[in-house]
């Protein structure tokens, strides 16, 4: 089946409005030949009216937030609701990453409560997910991705899941410069979509993209991008340069 590619760029807490206006103007002159892909731009919140404004002109590039509270308004000092991502023109939300999963300590259950309040307006989601490398050495890669997708998903409907991106991230292969192979990216790609299956079923499954995430380079992009399970990448480091978030979409979405 074909799944239209998907290309994220996480910048994290890098950039700021000022940094955004440039990224923009330099990365529209580069990404001119369109690619069918959907790209999206998740800023920090502080920086997603300017980015707005930014793309207001080049349309089809889409923003997501890198995060948002599970509670709808009131006495959560620091914290941002869904309904002021909708008000900014935010798209989708990036949810569980294992940033937020291992430093702010978000387990299963409050990552479930983020997913859903999102999708009560609507929001995209891109749901996070990986192992450690312990996990992993410890045999632990499935039981640790089911849970993590049966917990993290518990409630939605299917059509949540119409409006649902995973990524897969190894958590090993986050910022280090160590990629996961095409073949370890595959099959833990493939177990993801089995896992989705049985739960929502195969229409789903085979309907819903998974996105690659950990150290995506251009030179590795269309490696990934070529097996039959990784329908895109979420892209931290290489996505903070315009040239390399662009050559990364145009690489992944070359014919292989
Ligand atoms: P990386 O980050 O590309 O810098 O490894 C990916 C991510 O954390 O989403």
């Known amino acids: 089946m074909y799944r239209r590619p998907i290309f994220a760029a996480n910048w994290k807490m890098n950039k700021g409005p000022s940094e955004t206006q440039?990224?923009?103007?330099s990365f529209l002159q580069k990404i001119t030949d369109r690619p069918s892909a959907d790209i999206v731009i998740a800023a920090p919140f502080l920086c997603l009216p300017t980015l707005s404004e930014s793309l207001r002109e080049a349309g089809g590039i889409e923003m997501a937030a890198q995060n948002c509270s599970q509670f709808d308004d009131g006495a959560y000092t620091g914290e941002i609701s869904v309904k002021m991502l909708r008000e900014v023109l935010v798209r989708h939300v990036?949810?569980?990453h294992s940033e937020r999963r291992s430093i702010f300590g978000e387990t299963n259950a409050i990552i479930n409560a983020k997913l859903k309040k999102a999708r009560e307006v609507n929001l995209k989601l891109i749901f996070c997910i990986g192992e450690t490398l312990e996990e992993r050495n410890a045999g632990q890669?499935?039981?640790?991705?089911?849970?993590?997708?049966?917990?993290?998903?518990?409630?939605?409907?299917t059509d949540d899941l119409d409006h649902t991106v995973i990524a897969y991230e190894p958590v090993w292969a986050i910022g280090t410069g160590v990629t996961a192979t095409a073949q370890q990216a595959q099959d833990a790609h493939a177990y993801v979509r089995s896992v989705v299956a049985s739960i929502y079923g195969d229409d789903i499954a085979q309907k819903i993209r998974i996105q690659y995430g950990g150290s995506v380079k251009p030179n590795n992009a269309a490696e990934l991008?070529?097996?039959?399970?990784?329908?895109?990448?979420?892209?931290?480091?290489?996505?903070?340069?315009?040239?390399?978030?662009?050559d990364i979409i145009h690489n992944g979405c070359a014919p292989a």
């Open 94 to 96: 990036i949810i569980g």
């Open 225 to 246: 991008m070529a097996c039959p399970d990784i329908d895109g990448a979420l892209i931290g480091g290489a996505s903070l340069e315009p040239q390399s978030f662009s």
């Open 22 to 25: 440039d990224f923009v103007k």
């Open 141 to 157: 890669l499935e039981s640790i991705l089911s849970s993590q997708i049966t917990e993290g998903l518990a409630g939605l409907t």
